[in-house]
C-alpha cells in the first residue's frame, strides 16, 4: 500500500495527535456560538475552506466543518480541490497513492471515483503540497464515521480548466452512487493592509455570491488579485451550477491573519457554504 506522509504536521498543525485535537477543540470553542447550524438542513454541495496553519485560519475552517457534521447526510467520498503552490506537476492531477497519513490516522483514497475522471495521476505533486493536506484533520476531527478523498491540484488556474474539471467530476458522479461533497480550497488576499485586502477580496467573493466563474477569472487577471485558489472556487461554482437547479452559497466567516498576530500586511481567510435551497 502507498502511503502520502504528511508533509506540513508539526509546521501547520500540531504533529501529535492530541496537541492537534486540543488546538482544533480550542479553536472549535472559541467560534461554536457563532456557527450557523441552520445551514444543515440543507442539501450542502461544498464550500471554500482556507488553507493557511490551523492557529490563523481554521477559525474559518470550523464554521464550515461543524455544519457538515450536523448534516443529516453522510459523505462517502470527499473531493479536495486546491492549488499547487510547488513547481511539481503539470495541470490537473489526481494523487497516485492509497491513502494519506495524518496525526489522526489514514484515510483511503476513492480509487473507483478517480478512475473515472480523465486526469493524470502524480505522486510528487502532492507530495509537499499543504492546501490539500490541511483540510484532512479537520474532516478526521468533525467527521465521526468513516469516509473516502479524491485529492485534485490544479497547476494551471483558468476557467477552461474549471470548468472542465466540473463537468468530469458531474459525470462521475452520476456514474457512481455515492453521496459526494467538494472542498475548494483557497486563501484570499495576500501580505496586504487589512481594510485593502478587504475591498480586494469583495471583486471575487461579489462574483462567487452571484455564481459567476468567468467574471472571477477575469477580474483576478485584471487586478492581479493574490486569491491562491481561484480555480478551485470556479470549479465549484460550475459544479454546483450544474448538480442543482437552484444552488445557493453564502459566506460563513472572514478574517485575516493580523487578528491573530497584529501586522499590517495580512493574508485573508474566508469560509463559505454552496448548497441546494
Known sequence: MKIRKPAVAGKFYPEEKNELKKLINSIYLKEKNNIDLSLSKHKIIGGIVPHAGYMFSA?????????????????????????????YGYNTELDSNDCWETPLGNVSLDTEFMSQLPF??????????????????????????????????????????????????YKAC???????????????????????????????????????????????????????????????IEFSKLISDNPHTKILRRGNSGEIIPSQEVVDYVSMLFYEH
Open 174 to 236: 452520476f456514474k457512481i452512487e455515492k453521496n459526494f461533497l467538494i472542498i475548494a480550497s483557497s486563501d484570499f488576499s495576500h501580505y496586504v493592509e487589512p481594510e485593502y485586502g478587504k475591498c480586494l477580496d469583495n471583486f471575487v467573493l461579489d462574483n462567487i455570491l452571484n455564481l459567476d466563474a468567468c467574471a472571477i477569472n477575469n477580474v483576478v487577471r485584471k487586478k492581479h488579485l493574490s486569491v491562491c485558489g481561484y480555480g478551485p472556487i470556479m470549479a465549484l
Open 59 to 87: 477559525y474559518e475552517a470550523v464554521h464550515f466543518f461543524d455544519i457538515i457534521k450536523k448534516s443529516s447526510l453522510q459523505y462517502d467520498t470527499i473531493i479536495i480541490i486546491n492549488p499547487n503552490h510547488s513547481s
Open 120 to 169: 493524470s495521476t502524480s505522486t510528487e505533486t502532492h507530495r509537499y503540497e499543504h492546501s490539500g493536506e490541511v483540510m484532512l484533520p479537520l474532516l478526521q476531527y468533525f467527521l465521526d464515521y468513516d469516509f473516502k478523498i479524491v485529492p485534485i491540484t490544479m497547476s494551471y488556474q483558468n476557467y477552461e480548466n474549471a470548468k472542465l474539471l466540473a463537468e468530469e467530476i
